[in-house]
């Protein structure tokens, strides 16, 4: 192994968050062999292994949406551009062995093929960065499930369009696809690697075509024990997020239907634009009452610490309640609809400069569960009275169904081609 004392390491292996991306940078560090870690403010040590991997075939679920959120993530949708079934069939079992490969760190291919003037299979920029914790998630839009595919008896129950939303100003280019695939990994090349290749396939075999995409950063969810994150609005994200088996179990996966269905679940993603400058110039105290949290602790505004239960019903000494009536935390929890919950699994994102100046950026929202209509129903109710409506513009959306994980010798979705 590389001598510690060049990666600024200690005796232990682990490196500053500064020191991986500096050193990276320098091309000083071997992502396959090194573990990052940082203290947190509250004790907390956040590691990141970039060895570590998960497995793509021999599980229940597909990687990507119990696992715990990587640091990055590359997102992309498609459109289908043949109307033969065998080439969709074709296109999911060639991503699923890819996807095999590059969730374990290798290759999909030749990156430098022995014979002169051949063209790469691998495009090779991953090479030596290591698994880092890669996932790639694939999911089906309504339109595949159609007569043109012969497939309309194999639609998902709960599969649709999304309903018109109150929040929803949303731009053609950045709405709906046939297919999506949801790259995660703690390393941001990994994640783009994988969908560039996998992309390159969709695009050899015919079968599709990219839609829209967008690359995240900054995970805004953490998983079991894991320190909350923050969101570009500078609040913790995910606070009150799923975390036990039983609520995976009633409000995520799907347990009942056809074999090739159960434990899957839907996906549905938002692109939110955040109006970061106009937020940036409000006062925290309004801020804070916007969320209905403090900003710096994540405590509900009625509470000390973090994970406080809020007391939705509690007022100050003017009657007035403490968390405001239109508070973000109040309209989508869970006890004022109807015990409603969902997986969120967001990042953030940025696009750089608007066309009028302003930092355009945002929430790439990736939320799973086995109802799509209860997502429709938290963002009514949000699109129509949320304080934080102002400072957000829901621009790109789309559902898609997850299916379950293949097994080994199988490939995605295989069983609703029978």
């Not at 590389?2 to 050193?23: A, E, I, P």
């Not at 996807?99 to 790469?120: D, F, H, S, Y």
Request: hydrophobic content about 40%; aromatic content about 8%; some cysteine.
């Amino acid at each position: 192994m590389t001598d510690g004392s060049r990666l600024g390491m200690s005796q232990n292996n682990h490196l500053s968050r500064r020191d991986v991306l500096f050193g990276t940078a320098a091309g000083t560090i071997g992502a396959a062999t090194c573990t990052a870690a940082q203290a947190a403010p509250n004790g907390v040590e956040d590691v990141v292994d970039l060895t570590q991997r998960h497995a793509f075939y021999g599980v229940a679920e597909q990687a990507g949406i119990r696992t715990s959120p990587q640091r990055n993530v590359f997102y992309m949708t498609f459109d289908l551009t043949s109307a033969q079934r065998s080439d969709l069939q074709i296109l999911l079992a060639r991503w699923s062995g890819a996807i095999a490969q590059l969730m374990k760190g290798e290759t999909i291919g030749q990156v430098e093929p022995t014979r002169a003037n051949g063209v790469g299979f691998d495009t090779g920029e991953a090479l030596d960065l290591g698994p880092a914790s890669l996932t790639v998630t694939v999911g089906l839009g309504p339109r595949i499930f159609t007569d043109t595919y012969g497939l309309s008896h194999q639609r998902p129950a709960l599969l649709r369009d999304l309903k018109r939303l109150p929040s929803d100003a949303l731009e053609p280019r950045l709405t709906g696809g046939d297919l999506s695939l949801q790259a995660c990994a703690d390393d941001p090349e990994v994640a783009y690697h994988a969908v560039r290749d996998l992309a390159r396939i969709a695009k050899d075999t015919g079968a599709a075509a990219t839609r829209w995409t967008v690359m995240g950063f900054g995970r805004a969810s953490a998983g079991k024990g894991e320190t909350t994150p923050r969101n570009l609005l500078g609040f913790k994200d995910g606070t009150r997020n799923v975390m036990e088996n039983a609520d995976f179990d009633k409000f995520v996966w799907i347990l009942d239907g056809p074999s090739w269905q159960r434990h899957g679940t839907y996906q549905i993603v938002r692109k939110i634009q955040m109006h970061i400058e106009n937020w940036d110039t409000d006062r925290v105290s309004d801020q804070n009452k916007v969320i209905g949290r403090f900003k710096i602790s994540g405590a509900p505004l009625t509470g000390t610490g973090e994970f406080d239960t809020p007391d939705f019903e509690k007022k100050d000494a003017d009657g007035n309640f403490i968390i405001p009536l239109t508070a973000h935390i109040r309209l989508a929890a869970h006890e004022n609809n109807g015990g409603i919950k969902i997986l969120r699994r967001p990042y953030n994102y940025t696009d750089g400069i608007n066309q009028v100046g302003l930092l355009d950026a945002g929430l790439l929202f990736i939320a799973y569960q086995n109802d799509p209509a209860h997502f429709e129903a938290l963002q009514v109710k949000l699109g129509a009275s949320d304080a934080l409506n102002e400072y957000v513009s829901h621009i790109g959306s789309a559902i898609f169904f997850v299916p379950p994980a293949p097994q080994e010798g199988s490939y995605i979705a295989e069983g609703m081609f029978a």
